[in-house]
Nanobody, 125 residues
Framework: QVQLVESGGGLVQAGDSLRLSCAASGGTLSDYAMGWFRQAPGKEREFVAAISWSGGRSDYADSVKGRFTISRDNAENTVYLQMNSLKPEDTAVYYC??????????????????WGQGTQVTVSS
């Protein structure tokens, strides 16, 4: 069974950048759509970005469009989320998730089958 492990979170100041990584073990990411979601305290989990299994299509929440970039390195079995111009409202636990085989992007958490444990991102003003 595939396990997803996020890393790269931390405490930064507004305007800084971070790159999150999502590495898989016990399975592959290369033929699956992948997504990043986040959850702030007291709020529901929300969509951040997703990338199709081929990498040819990506989708972003309006709140991060132009600042965040999702990418994948299938040889490394890893998906990334480059976050630039971070804002205090980006503070949350960030989760990566794997969708179905040969699937496209989705904004709905229920359409993802496997989830990582999350990595904390805190942006101070």
């Amino acid at each position: 069974q595939v396990q997803l492990v996020e890393s790269g979170g931390g405490l930064v100041q507004a305007g800084d950048s971070l790159r999150l990584s999502c590495a898989a073990s016990g399975g592959t990411l290369s033929d699956y759509a992948m997504g990043w979601f986040r959850q702030a305290p007291g709020k529901e989990r929300e969509f951040v970005a997703a990338i199709s299994w081929s990498g040819g299509r990506s989708d972003y929440a309006d709140s991060v469009k132009g600042r965040f970039t999702i990418s994948r390195d299938n040889a490394e079995n890893t998906v990334y989320l480059q976050m630039n111009s971070l804002k205090p409202e980006d503070t949350a636990v960030y989760y990566c998730a794997r969708r179905n085989l040969y699937s496209s992007t989705s904004r709905y958490p229920g359409q993802y089958n496997y989830w990582g444990q999350g990595t904390q991102v805190t942006v101070s003003s």
